[in-house]
């Protein structure tokens, strides 16, 4: 017999134990704690005792209080991933949320910057080395701002006769290790020329010398948005740029979903129907 939270609290350290991000980690936390709340106000405070139509009132509930369909898609993730869980551990012998159906809603597209936002990024962040040298890796290596955050000094290599960059395992991606083109080899020793000298190993660092902070580089860059006039933008649509650019440039699929770090091919093939749009309205993103 298995405590739900008790239950609960052993997930969270499974997620903690697996490297997952602390932003995953929370969250996944957050919601599992409301679902158990739930239960044991229908007075389940075991785990074999809840069934798929108790998880389907959960949901339900999520939907009268206001929940958007993204949000109680991600807590059916957050649902499935805890009582697979728990079949694994054996908590339970019948996994109730193994039928639990996702909510439909529309995704919208990649937000993919045209050849002009992209430039008028460049230029609104150039005098901030650090956070340009930021914008130009992420632009031209499509990695993830988590990726870019866990970047060590020894991850570029500036040496080599082709230089890489290697992104370190994160949250179930595996290593990779991506090419330096020219504009990202630039960036980066200009950055180094005036990284602060301290003895963190991390790539980014703040004027103090402590590791700079995702919430710190998002907001850098959203800053960086709102100089350059581009609206609507984020922080992952560098990625999207970088994916779509490579794909209009006759990169191959694979090679792109293996740059990416996708773990499915699937996922890059999203951005072929959106790249033909963007052909279609004669947009062309130009060289990064």
Do not use: W
């Amino acid at each position: 017999m298995a405590k739900l939270k008790e239950a609960h609290q052993q997930f969270v350290n499974h997620l903690s134990e697996r490297k997952r991000s602390a932003a995953t980690i929370l969250a996944y936390g957050k919601d599992i704690e409301q679902l158990v709340s739930f239960l044991e106000d229908l007075n389940k405070a075991e785990a074999h005792e809840v069934s798929k139509d108790d998880l389907e009132a959960f949901m339900a509930t999520l939907s009268e209080k206001g929940y958007t369909p993204k949000s109680i898609s991600r807590k059916t993730n957050s649902t499935k991933t805890f009582f697979r869980f728990l079949k694994i551990n054996e908590f339970v012998t019948d996994d109730p949320a193994t039928l639990l159906a996702h909510p439909k809603f529309d995704t919208p597209p990649p937000r993919i910057l045209s050849k002009l936002e992209y430039r008028a990024l460049r230029d609104a962040a150039r005098a901030d080395i650090r956070i340009s040298t930021i914008i130009e890796i992420l632009l031209q290596t499509g990695i993830r701002i988590g990726e870019l955050a866990n970047l060590h000094l020894e991850d570029i290599d500036l040496q080599s006769k082709e230089p890489v960059l290697r992104v370190r395992p994160n949250e179930g991606h595996p290593e990779r290790t991506i090419p330096l083109n020219r504009p990202a080899i630039d960036a980066v020793k200009r950055y180094l020329e005036v990284r602060p000298n301290t003895q963190e190993t991390k790539l980014f660092v703040t004027k103090t010398g402590r590791p700079l902070l995702i919430r710190n580089i998002r907001t850098a860059i959203d800053r960086y948005f709102r100089l350059a006039g581009i609206k609507d933008a984020k922080v992952n649509d560098l990625r999207h740029t970088f994916v779509a650019h490579h794909l209009m440039s006759g990169t191959s699929l694979v090679v792109v979903s293996k740059l990416a770090g996708h773990k499915r091919l699937a996922t890059t093939e999203k951005y072929l129907e959106f790249i033909k749009n963007h052909s279609e309205k004669g947009l062309k993103l130009g060289e990064l």
